[in-house]
């Protein structure tokens, strides 16, 4: 069964920094593309960030592009998400997603966590 879990949300003021963990079992995480995706209230989940099994091939969003990157450390099975210089604009339930396919999509494909929630005060 796989099981995908994140950490590291929480509480921050604008200019600061998180970073998000996410562990997968259950898979080989050295196969799967990983990704992040948000969602905020009343909107739909967007993609945030994915890296391919290799960590050769990245995407961003453009609304954190210079801001958040993207890592996976496949000997730990963990993916991770450093966020610096956070705005308001980012808050939202964060989501950790495993696929085969590159890039990730919402989808039945997808193997997903059950979020950590990143709050930024102005």
């Known amino acids: 069964q796989v099981q995908v879990v994140e950490s590291g949300g929480g509480l921050v003021q604008a200019g600061g920094s998180l970073r998000l963990s996410c562990t997968a079992s259950?898979?080989?995480?050295?196969?799967?593309?990983m990704g992040w995706f948000r969602q905020a209230p009343g909107k739909e989940r967007e993609g945030v960030s994915y890296i391919n099994w290799s960590g050769q091939s990245l995407y961003y969003a453009d609304s954190v592009k210079g801001r958040f990157t993207i890592s996976r450390d496949n000997r730990k099975n963990t993916l991770y998400l450093q966020m610096n210089r956070l705005k308001t604009e980012d808050t939202a339930m964060y989501y950790c997603a495993a696929s085969l396919l590159y890039p990730l999509r919402v989808g039945r494909d997808t193997h997903w966590g059950q979020g950590t929630q990143v709050t930024v005060s102005s």
């Open positions: 259950g898979l080989r995480f050295d196969q799967f593309a």
